[in-house]
Structure formats: C-alpha cells, structure tokens
C-alpha cells in the first residue's frame, strides 16, 4: 500500500469521525531521490502549495530527512486580517461564498478574528477568475488600483518619478496568481521590488510581480494562468501591502497592465447556473 493510499484511508477515517474539519496537516518524510515534483505527484498537493505551506527557499535542494507539512485536501490558509470578512476573504481566492463557508464549518452569521486561519480548498481557488477571452492576462490579485502607471510623485521619497507597473493594493498575505502562463525566470529579492517574481510568457512578453511577504515559485518552474506564485506583502521600497504588477514586451518596454487586463469590474465573477457570468465585485 502506497503512502497516497494511506493517506486517502486515513482521510476518509477522519471524515466518517467527524465533520468538524476543514483539514488536516501530514508530516511528510523525505526520501532519498524524492523531489518537488514526486512529492507533488504523490500526494496530490501542487508545487506552490508545498512551497507556501513550508517556506522553501530553494524547493530544488530538499534532501532525505526532511519534514515536509502538507495539507490535506490540497489548499491554502489565509490569517484573518483586521476589517475582513468572509465574502472579502472568497474574492480574495476567487472563491465562491456559500462553499468556503461550508469548508470550513462557517455560516452567514460567523464571526471571523484577526489571526484566525481560513483554509480554502484548490477546489474552490480560482472558480470565480474571469478568463479574459480579448485580453493577454487576468488580474493578479484582487484588490484596489493605489497607483497607476505613468508619472507620479513617488510615495517614499517625494520627487516626480517614472512608475513602470500598477500597484494593487490589498491585505497581507492575499495570494497572488500568475497573470497568464509561462516560465518562472526570476524569484528572489529584487531591489526596491522587495521580493519578486518574473514571468516570461509563451508571446515573449514578461509580467513582474514585486513586495511579495512570501514567494512561493522557482525559476524554471512551469507555471499556468491563476497558478499561486505568492503572497502580497510589503517588502522592498514600499509604504503598505500590495502587489507591483508590471508589463514588458519582448524588447523589455514597460507597458500600462490597464491596457492589457480586462475591466475592474471583471476582478471577479460569478458563474450563473446556464453557464454565464456576472461582475461579483470591483
């Protein structure tokens, strides 16, 4: 009997018990010749997840012996920041409402805490996403426009600055989903961008996405449109949590993300039951 095996049993073992949860947390052993990738495959839990749940700095250099924590089902935490709530938390994930309240043994009328933990099943990631049908890419993260591109005078320091990107401000710890598909081609601090990703796109193209509190990709990693590559933060050259989402062309020329993003009223959707969709939020 496999480990994946066990760990069905041991998950069905638990739900015939209760009811009570929305997951549970395994201890995975490393085994010499395991990698990121058997790990992923064997328990069924993605790449990034393993990264977030664990912090790995470097996913290519985990060696026997290590101790993996791995959530079952697969999903994500978010800590309850200070003014959420639930219908913020599912736009957020692009969750859907009435479902992550039933993940996690909520109703309509609980209250939520700062610091308290909100599991969100992979299941339910992403379902409310708008899949833009004439635009390159889909919005990063949901959240408020605090800076646009173009001239500014720059937050920090006062005087009048080029701002290469869109700033989209939203709480700690908000994930953050790559843009479109493509290949990791940076990850790690990055200057004033704090920590930071990059994407190169199949059309040459390269999205950034800068103050990351957690980045939870690595360079060569194949990614697809909504994949979580990280966590909004505050690092770098910043004055609160958001995300830099910037643009370039495959000469490296920034461009406006408006311009390449569907509208604000787009962010997030809900699906009707004949298969069509609605703005579910700005």
Known sequence: MNRRVILIFLFVSLLLVTRSFAYFLVTYVVRSGDSIHTISRELGVSMSTIIDF??????????????????????????????????????????????????NNLSS???????????????????????????????????????????????VNGGASFHSGLDIAAPQGTPIFAASKGVVIAAGVNGGYGNAVDIQHDNGYVTRYGHMSKICV?????????????????????????????????????????????????????????????????
């Open 109 to 155: 009328s609980s209250l939520i805490n700062p610091g308290q933990r909100v599991f969100i099943p992979m299941s339910l990631i992403n379902m409310y996403q708008y899949v833009p049908q004439s635009t390159p890419y889909r919005w990063p993260v949901y959240g408020v426009i605090s800076s646009s591109y173009g001239w500014r005078t720059h937050p």
């Open 218 to 282: 690595y360079v060569g990693q194949r990614v697809d449109a909504g994949s979580l590559i990280g966590r909004v933060g505050s690092t770098g050259v910043s004055t609160g949590p958001h995300v830099h989402f910037e643009v370039k062309d495959p000469k490296m020329n920034t461009l406006d993300p408006l311009s390449m993003l569907p509208t604000r009223d787009l962010m997030y959707v809900i699906r009707r039951e004949d298969d069509g969709i609605a703005a579910g939020g700005k």
């Open 54 to 103: 664990n912090d790995l700095s470097d996913p290519n250099n985990i060696k026997a012996g290590d101790r993996l924590k791995l959530p079952q089902p697969d999903g994500l935490i978010y800590e309850v920041q200070s003014g959420d709530t639930i219908d913020g938390i599912a736009k957020l994930f692009f969750a859907p409402v009435k479902e992550l309240l039933s993940a």
